[in-house]
């Protein structure tokens, strides 16, 4: 059974940081670009950061652009969202994806999904 299970999200206060875990199961993922997604109350969900299958590609939201960093481990089957300077406005349930084929920046395309690592951001 393929899972993603996301860890590390919590109250934090403006100007604080966070790091989110993403472990993989059920079959390796070194292969897959990974991405994170967010979605705040009332509002849609949205692209944060992706990596590819390597590491050698990264994109991130203009929003988050300087503040958070995605990284990975393919050993250990795991991505991370590094999360810096930390803002009211990044309080949301912060979901972790992955597709096994191509790239992208949108919730389509990928395929598994975890259930969500909730963050809050207190000013």
């Known amino acids: 059974q393929v899972q993603l299970v996301e860890s590390g999200g919590g109250l934090v206060q403006a100007g604080g940081s966070l790091r989110l875990s993403c472990a993989a199961s059920g079959r390796t993922f070194r292969s897959d670009a990974m991405a994170w997604f967010r979605q705040a109350p009332g509002k849609e969900r949205e692209f944060v950061a992706a990596i590819s299958w390597s590491g050698g590609r990264t994109d991130y939201a203009d929003s988050v652009k300087g503040r958070f960093t995605i990284s990975r481990d393919n050993a250990k089957n795991t991505v991370y969202l590094q999360m810096n300077s930390l803002k009211p406005e990044d309080t949301a349930v912060y979901y972790c994806?992955?597709?096994?084929?191509?790239?992208?920046?949108?919730?389509?395309?990928?395929?598994?999904w975890g259930q969500g690592t909730q963050v809050t951001v207190s000013s």
């Open positions: 994806a992955a597709r096994r084929y191509g790239y992208g920046t949108y919730p389509t395309g990928y395929e598994y």
